[in-house]
C-alpha cells in the first residue's frame, strides 16, 4: 500500500477542511454520488486542490486493497520538524504537555495515542526514528486526522531527548505499572513530558532512569496485570488535562 495516502469519507473530508495543504491530489471514484460528491468537489474547489475522477480499482490499487469508500488523497510531503524548533514554539509562562512514545511499533497505537494528545491539547508527540512506528495512512485514519496537525517529532535518542525537555523546563513523568505514586494521588507538574512505554515491554531501563518521577494507573481488578499503551497514554494526558486546561 502506498503510505503517502489519506483515504476514507471522514478522513479525508477532515484533511481538506482543517489541513488542505497536506492534500497534494485528490482522486474521487466515478462511482461516488451526490451529496458526498458535491460535498467533495466544494470544498477542493474552496482549498484550490486538484482533483481527478477515475475508476474505483484504480484507488484499490493505490490503498492495496484496503477500504477507501471511494476517496483518496495524495498527501505532500510532511514539514520535517526539529526538536529545539518545536520546544520554541511552546510558551514558556504556560502549563505545557509533549507526549514522549518509547517504541511504539503498532501504528493503531501511535494512531490513538495522537489523536488523544491532540484531544488533550497536547503540544506535540514525539517517537523514536528507528523501532517505532512512522505516521503513515494507518496512522492518519486510527488519529482521525490527527496526525496531520499536530506536531510529531521524530528523534534519534529518546534518553537524550527527555533530557533535552528537562533542560527547558519540563519535568519528566514516566507511565509504570510497578511505581510507587498513583497519578491520582499526586498532581503532575504544569510542564510535564508525559513517558509511554512500549507495548508489552513498559519502559526500558535506561528511560525509566531517565524520568524524575514514576507514576502509575490504579488497576482495581486482580488478574488485569496492565493497559494497552494508548489506553495509559490518555488516561495521563487527560489527568493532566483536568488539571491545567481548564
Known sequence: MNEDICRGRKPVIDLLTKTPSRCAKLLIANNVR??????????????KVVYQVVAPEALDKLSGGEK??????????????????FLRGIDTNSPALVVILDHIEDPHNLGA?????????ASGVIIAKRRSAVPNDTVIKTSAGASLRLPVIQVANITRTIERLKESGFWAVGLDGGADVSIWADRMPERTALVIGAEGEGLSRLVGKTCDILMKIPIMQEGVSSLNA???SALGVFEWSRKYRQ
Open 34 to 47: 451526490p451529496p458526498f460528491l458535491d460535498e467533495l468537489l466544494d470544498l477542493a474547489r474552496n482549498a
Open 68 to 85: 477507501h469508500q471511494g476517496v483518496i488523497c495524495k498527501l505532500t510531503q510532511a514539514k520535517t520538524i526539529e526538536l529545539d524548533e
Open 113 to 121: 495515542i495522537i489523536r488523544s494528545a491532540e484531544a488533550g491539547g
Open 230 to 232: 494508548s489506553v495509559a
